[in-house]
T-cell receptor, first 114, second 113 residues
């Protein structure tokens, strides 16, 4: 049973399209995150939710909108996709904010915008 | 300003040798946490080890240990008896504030047979 699952694993789409990435965790964690990993492998936090409430919203274009219907799910919707959005997007979860152990990451979604 | 610095973009090490991956960090917080993650070529992020700022002992997890030098703000990862499967990207990370973990740029480790 996968702890943090993301779908789809690969996403190829044209500029200007709107797409969503889904994330679900079955660990009972309270906090979920979206990270973006660029082509140079740099990981940067985008959003975090704690019990469905937005906690962190880094300087991310408002074309990116996270949605958390419940604490086990955190989806990422991207409007008007641009070439620069091509990256690997990781969902992660932790038991609570400030927890002194690592996140559990999903396997990532490789988004390619053409 | 960069909060996590990994100065070794790439390393080549002979199999069975010990490896030290460098990491320095910058924070004014008294309470913080330091992490190492491994990312193999398959892409998943694997948590390796954690060190709390108040922990007096260096953290160890199997072949991994974290050489924590608080005064130097250094948190190096040591892998003993390296194996071919250790070839991967390794990220040092720090819990910043209460809410998030920030990552260094990573070190790509190649283990040579």
């Amino acid at each position: 049973d996968t702890a943090v699952s993301q779908t789809p694993k690969y996403l190829v789409t044209q500029m200007g399209n709107d797409k969503s990435i889904k994330c679900e965790q079955n660990l009972g964690h309270d906090t979920m995150y979206w990270y973006k990993q660029d082509s140079k492998k740099f990981l940067k936090i985008m959003f975090s939710y704690n019990n469905k409430e937005l906690i962190i919203n880094e300087t991310v274009p408002n074309r990116f909108s996270p949605k958390s219907p419940d604490k086990a799910h955190l989806n990422l919707h991207i409007n008007s996709l641009e070439l620069g959005d091509s990256a690997v997007y990781f969902c992660a979860s932790s038991l609570w904010t400030g927890a002194n152990y690592g996140y559990t990451f999903g396997s990532g979604t490789r988004l390619t915008v053409v | 300003a960069q909060k996590i610095t990994q100065t070794q973009p790439g390393m080549f090490v002979q199999e069975k040798e010990a490896v030290t991956l460098d990491c320095t960090y910058d924070t004014s917080d008294q309470s913080y946490g330091l992490f190492w993650y491994k990312q193999p070529s398959s892409g998943e992020m694997i948590f390796l080890i954690y060190q709390g700022s108040y922990d007096e002992q260096n953290a160890t997890e199997g072949r991994y240990s974290l050489n924590f030098q608080k005064a130097r703000k250094s948190a190096n990862l040591v892998i003993s008896a390296s194996q071919l499967g250790d070839s991967a990207m390794y990220f040092c990370a720090m819990r910043e504030g209460y809410d998030k973990i920030i990552f260094g740029k990573g070190t790509r480790l190649h283990i040579l047979p």
